[in-house]
Nanobody, 122 residues
């Protein structure tokens, strides 16, 4: 069992930056691929970014490529999402997920955090 807790959400202006953190508790964090998803009001949850267990592979949605960076620190059991050049359309609840493989984490996730709100004003 893995518990995930997100931190760092809040309000930012368009063009600004925020950094989200997701701390993992429980089973060995380093064996899991990790991902970030978001869900805006009235929309389905969408994939944002994913990173392999050792950080060697990273994947991004086209909508955030070049603006967001996913990273992880296995010594701290934490995965991060650095969000730059924020846009109002980035407003959503952001959740992190853990999965046994990249395919699992990008499709269904084995474990999920509760989410943190990100609001970008124009």
């Amino acid at each position: 069992q893995v518990q995930l807790v997100e931190f760092g959400g809040g309000l930012a202006q368009a063009g600004g930056s925020l950094r989200l953190s997701c701390a993992a508790f429980g089973r060995t964090f380093s064996i899991y691929a990790m991902g970030w998803f978001r869900q805006a009001p009235g929309k389905e949850r969408e994939f944002v970014a994913a990173i392999s267990w050792n950080g060697g592979s990273r994947y991004y949605a086209n909508s955030v490529k070049g603006r967001f960076t996913i990273s992880r620190d296995n010594a701290k059991n934490t995965v991060y999402l650095q969000m730059n050049s924020l846009k109002p359309e980035d407003t959503a609840v952001y959740s992190c997920a853990a999965g046994s493989t990249i395919i699992v984490v990008t499709t269904r996730g084995d474990y999920w955090g509760q989410g943190t709100q990100v609001t970008v004003s124009s």
